[in-house]
T-cell receptor, first 112, second 114 residues
């Protein structure tokens, strides 16, 4: 049963610390998405990749967030430095061109 | 601007009754339409999609959705609600000739009352 995996599932950190979230997309999927979910803003698209190339990161705060795909099996989302307003659940999703997206279980980030 | 609207933040339905969760969209061209469900502390889970063909689409867990082009709607339905259907439901649309991005609605919280 292929699924998207995300690590860590939970992260508590202090303001100013670097946070790295990792995602393993479903094998064979060529698009990867990062979303952030909060009660206030709902589900927001932060960035997405096709064939490992970043296509759109307009939803990301550029000064502190970065997203990369070092290889086809790994996508990372980094926050440096983290701030309390970054507290949210971060989801990774993968898909193929034209198909639905498959979501991971999320990383719940709390920045104190 | 291209958008998806879920006009109800919350829907309450008695167990055993039919349920409808509403969705309307505003996109150019012929969109792909999706419904996702999110249970507490879980990721979004795909329920069903409409791309082309029959306007009534059947999906997981007994859910179905009807595409209505003239009303630009894609309402989610189930003939008989279960308590276990209580969750957050998202409608989403991908404009046909755009890239892979999907536009999600704000979500509708469905409560099935025993």
């Amino acid at each position: 049963d292929a699924r998207v995996t995300q690590t860590p599932r939970h992260k508590v950190t202090e303001m100013g610390q670097e946070v790295t979230m990792r995602c393993q997309p479903i094998l064979g999927h060529n698009t990867v998405f990062w979303y952030r979910q909060t009660m206030m803003q709902g589900l927001e698209l932060l960035a997405y990749f096709r064939n490992r190339a970043p296509l759109d990161d307009s939803g990301m705060p550029k000064d502190r967030f970065s997203a990369e795909m070092p290889d086809a099996t790994l996508a990372t989302l980094k926050i440096q430095p983290s701030e309390p307003r970054d507290s949210a659940v971060y989801f990774c999703a993968s898909g193929s061109r034209g198909s639905e997206q498959f979501f991971g279980p999320g990383t719940r980030l709390t920045v104190l | 601007a291209q958008s998806v609207a879920q006009p109800e933040d919350q829907v309450n339905v008695a167990e055993g009754n039919p349920l409808t969760v509403k969705c309307t969209y505003s996109v150019s061209g012929n969109p792909y339409l999706f419904w996702y469900v999110q249970y507490p502390n879980r990721g979004l889970q795909f329920l069903l999609k409409y791309i082309t063909g029959d306007n009534l689409v059947k999906g997981s867990y007994g859910f179905e959705a009807e595409f209505n082009k003239s009303q630009t709607s894609f309402h989610l339905k189930k003939p008989s609600a279960l308590v276990s259907d209580s969750a957050l439901y998202f409608c989403a649309v991908r404009p046909q000739n755009r890239d892979d991005k999907i536009i999600f609605g704000k979500g509708t919280r469905l409560h099935i009352l025993p």
